[in-house]
């Protein structure tokens, strides 16, 4: 079930001038792309069409320039291939052809803009950043550490999650249970939360998210983000 | 993978590292409400574990597990006590799991990163390096375990004897002085095993396994039979060994 989990939203190491960035213009990037997707229909619909569609070729360029494999970029988009056609179908009945193909060309393109933020950034520097952007709240009780840990391990969690319903589906075909929606979907639940418990255990006896002790030493100042 | 001879090793060096166990038990609350109380899993022991290498032996369910998890503070006694170096695991959980790093059965569970060398470099968050000086000591430390050549695969793609070295890897990056290992040659071949064993034997760390591989035990001076939630013999391997064999009949 496992060998799913390297499938989506891994890192792949490369030289492109993306892998070389700084993290901080990607997500900015990243942002600029949810905004441009989100607020451009706001204009108007042949304008919101209009800008989501350069924005999605915009993207599909960072994806060849980054030096992606093409299928990493198929297997996105198809993970979430039932979603987007129920939902364009949804909007091209309520409100046509054009503002349909804006919606999902914009779910589309922040999708793959945070896949090649996420294949082209080691998880390291993603927690170094979550951690940095956190770091303010501090002096509110928030605890920057577990907090970054925490999105990385949901990020792992996705393709393991991902993983258990395609094994459990085959393992229920195996068996004559296509069908049979218990059998299709309580294994994945009950696979989730030992993984879940399985990792808690690991990230404990690792003393992962262990709160400081005394005389440990400060965060040293992030060259990616500056003033961190 | 070669034993580590740099200067961070030595300082990982226990000095005079122990362990109390004074009336440890644990027992569980039983998920059947019609049960008679609750359910005895380790029985009060009463234990100094101070000997550079400590085996644990017994049946499967006899409690060996549960032992080991009480030295880390993965699991806290119901009854009793248990002290690594003076520090309570009850009370000073944090501080006894940065003495006592733990290694489980199947490594899978233990690697949180998507590859080895962020793996790595996760164990080494807590000392708060700087980027560049924690990705460096991170790829020291597989190079000196002869793991660098892996640094940038998928977890998922490294074979079983791989993934324990590797795991074992990010346990030491953090220079326990206790090493506490629950089965790891349980899904090792035979020259992975060897491996893990010459490994072992070359740590300054003190070491205390359970393990199957009643070879491995004999290569530890003192060796502790588990049966039924409690300790049925302490002392040399040899004895030891023979305990086992006569307790599985």
């Given at each position: ?7 989506v ?8 001038p993306?892998?070389?960035?700084p993290?901080w ?21 042949a ?23 093409w ?34 060309g ?9 896949n ?5 950034t ?39 999650v ?22 299709r979907?309580?294994p ?25 002790l ?5 965060f ?9 | ?25 644990v ?6 409400p019609?049960a ?12 100094e ?17 549960t ?26 959980g ?58 940038s ?6 074979s ?7 795991a ?24 992975n ?10 740590l ?36 030891a ?9």
């Amino acid at each position: 079930m496992r060998g799913h989990a390297h499938l989506v939203a891994g890192y792949i190491p490369g030289r492109s001038p993306l892998h070389r960035w700084p993290l901080w213009l990607k997500a900015c990037l990243l942002l600029a792309t949810a905004v441009l997707c989100l607020a451009s229909p706001a204009v108007s619909v042949a304008a919101g069409a209009a800008i989501t569609t350069a924005v999605l070729l915009f993207v599909v360029a960072g994806h060849a320039l980054a030096g992606l494999p093409w299928a990493r970029l198929g297997r996105a988009v198809k993970l979430m291939w039932i979603f987007l056609v129920l939902i364009g179908a949804y909007q091209w009945w309520q409100h046509g052809g054009l503002v349909a193909w804006q919606v999902v060309g914009a779910i589309v393109a922040t999708v793959l803009a945070a896949n090649i933020l996420t294949a082209t950034t080691p998880v390291d520097e993603l927690l170094d950043g979550l951690a940095a952007v956190v770091r303010p709240l501090e002096r509110v009780g928030a605890d920057p550490e577990r907090f970054s840990l925490t999105v990385a391990l949901m990020l792992r969690s996705i393709p393991f999650v991902i993983g258990a319903f395609s094994d459990v589906r085959e393992a229920a075909r195996a068996r004559g249970l296509e069908r049979n929606l218990l059998a299709r979907s309580l294994p994945v639940v009950i696979a989730t939360v030992g993984y879940a418990r399985a990792t808690g255990e690991a990230l404990s006896a690792r003393g992962l998210g262990d709160p400081d002790l005394p005389g440990d030493p400060g965060f040293p100042e992030d060259p990616d983000f500056p003033g961190s | 993978m070669k034993p580590r001879t740099d200067s961070a090793q030595d300082r990982g060096a226990p000095a005079g590292t122990s362990i109390v166990l004074a009336g440890a038990g644990v027992t569980i609350d039983p998920a059947d409400p019609a049960a008679a109380g609750p359910k005895t899993i380790l029985r009060p022991l009463d234990l100094e574990l101070s000997d550079r290498r400590i085996a644990v032996i017994g049946a499967n369910g006899s409690g060996k597990s549960t032992l080991l998890r009480l030295l880390n503070g993965l699991v806290l006694p119901s009854t009793g006590s248990v002290q690594v170096n003076g520090l309570d695991t009850s009370r000073d959980g944090a501080a006894v799991r940065r003495t006592v790093g733990f290694v489980f059965t199947d490594p899978i569970s233990q690697l949180v990163m998507p590859t080895p060398l962020e793996d790595v470099e996760l164990s080494l968050r807590r000392l708060r390096l700087p980027k560049r000086e924690r990705r460096r000591l991170a790829m020291e430390l597989l190079e000196s375990h002869g793991l660098a050549h892996l640094g940038s695969n998928s977890i998922y793609e490294l074979s079983g004897g791989e993934r324990q070295m590797v795991a074992l890897a990010t346990v030491l990056a953090v220079e326990p002085a206790i090493l506490v290992l629950d089965e790891p040659s349980t899904l090792l071949d035979l020259r992975n095993t060897r491996m893990l064993r010459e490994l072992l034997a070359g740590l300054p760390q003190q070491v205390i396994l359970s393990t199957h591989d009643l070879d491995l035990a004999a290569s530890c001076g003192r060796v502790l039979v588990v049966d039924d939630g409690g300790i049925a013999f302490d002392g040399p391997p040899a004895a030891a060994v023979d305990r086992y064999r006569a307790l599985a009949g």
